[in-house]
């Protein structure tokens, strides 16, 4: 792989680890503080943080069940990192196959998760609701105070499902929900199939699937709801709309909607800031609230272990500017 970055990928194996060296040939190479940087895939979030605490990890995400251990624990505290991070986590409908090619099955199971208990219950780090999808410090993103999206209301569910002609669940096919494996995601996806199999009746069995294959099976319409993520390579609503939803460059198996896709393409030439925002506003309005395609849940946070020797410089953006971070003896 030739780049002119700060660091090159001189290793990887799939699934396992990816090394990245210093480039001698980048323009500010003497800027570049640390030489070597080993990236490990650790699939359960407790043996990475296992391994940070047996000192074989010097930087690793808190899972959500260790939490208030962390938190408590005096020498962890102390290593302990929390902050915002644009990362959006949401649900896709399968719109090939019944039930969620009616938009108000779509509606329904939207209406019926309670976000707030998944933040203040489950991944309690400082996630915060979403009701669309763009992240808090990206242009484009539309305040909570718009009114924009499903809000929880359970009774309001139960009435979009009967009028779409499964009163009470009765005639809902079986549910299918896949997510790629990790604690969190499935401690989620319980209590998803929970609220639906209550407030709706239906019948939700859940798919955990490792590898790499995960996103785009889930894509071809694999499933009737998968999970998925995305953090923000630029801080703008057309990192995501443009990149993701449109019928040009979107999963088949998530909803095509003509006005969406020219308001999407309009706004990525936009001058006016202004302007932008109400053409993003639109554009959230019909992907998450009158289409219902995606079901945003959370805006995600940092919640980071930091061995003391290792200053990151960190922020709420997806990428790890590396060549920036520091080690002291």
């Known amino acids: 792989m030739v780049v002119n970055g700060p660091y090159t990928l001189t290793q990887i194996e799939a699934e396992d680890l990816a090394v990245l060296e210093k480039n001698p040939s980048y323009f500010a190479a003497d800027s570049v503080n640390i030489d070597k940087i080993n990236l490990y895939v650790v699939k359960e979030e407790s043996t990475a943080l296992a391994l940070f605490e047996d000192g074989e990890l010097d930087i690793v995400s808190v ?97 979009l499902l009967a009028e779409a002609g499964y009163p009470g669940g009765a005639g809902l ?13 499935s401690r989620i996806a319980q209590a998803v199939q929970q609220m639906w199999q209550q407030t709706l009746g239906a019948s939700v069995e859940l798919q955990p699937v490792e590898g790499r294959a995960y996103s785009q099976i889930a894509a071809e319409g694999a499933f009737n709801v998968w999970r998925m993520g995305w953090g923000m390579d630029y801080p703008d609503a057309n990192n995501i709309h443009g990149e993701l939803f449109t019928s040009e460059v979107g999963a088949p198996a998530i909803v095509r909607n003509a006005q969406y896709d020219s308001l999407v393409a309009e706004a990525a030439v936009e001058q006016d800031p202004v302007k932008r925002l109400e053409m993003y506003t639109e554009a959230e309005k019909i992907l998450v609230q009158d289409e219902a395609g995606v079901m945003p849940i959370y805006w995600s946070a940092e919640n980071l272990l930091i061995k003391p020797y290792l200053k990151p410089v960190l922020s709420g953006s997806f990428n790890r500017e590396f060549w920036k971070w520091t080690l002291e003896n």
Do not use: W
């Open 63 to 159: 899972p959500a069940t260790d939490l208030d251990r962390v938190k408590s624990d005096p020498m962890l505290s102390a290593e302990f990192y929390n902050g915002p991070k644009n990362i959006i986590y949401y649900y896709d409908f399968n719109v090939l196959q019944p039930p969620f090619d009616n938009v108000m099955v779509r509606q329904a199971f939207a209406a019926a998760v309670d976000k707030q208990s998944i933040v203040d219950f489950i991944t309690k780090g400082g996630e915060v609701v979403a009701p669309t999808l763009t992240p808090p410090g990206s242009v484009g993103h539309v305040p909570v105070s718009a009114g924009i999206g499903i809000p929880f209301d359970p009774e309001h569910a139960k009435e």
């Open 173 to 185: 096919p079986p549910i299918t929900l896949a997510f790629n494996s990790s604690e969190t995601h």
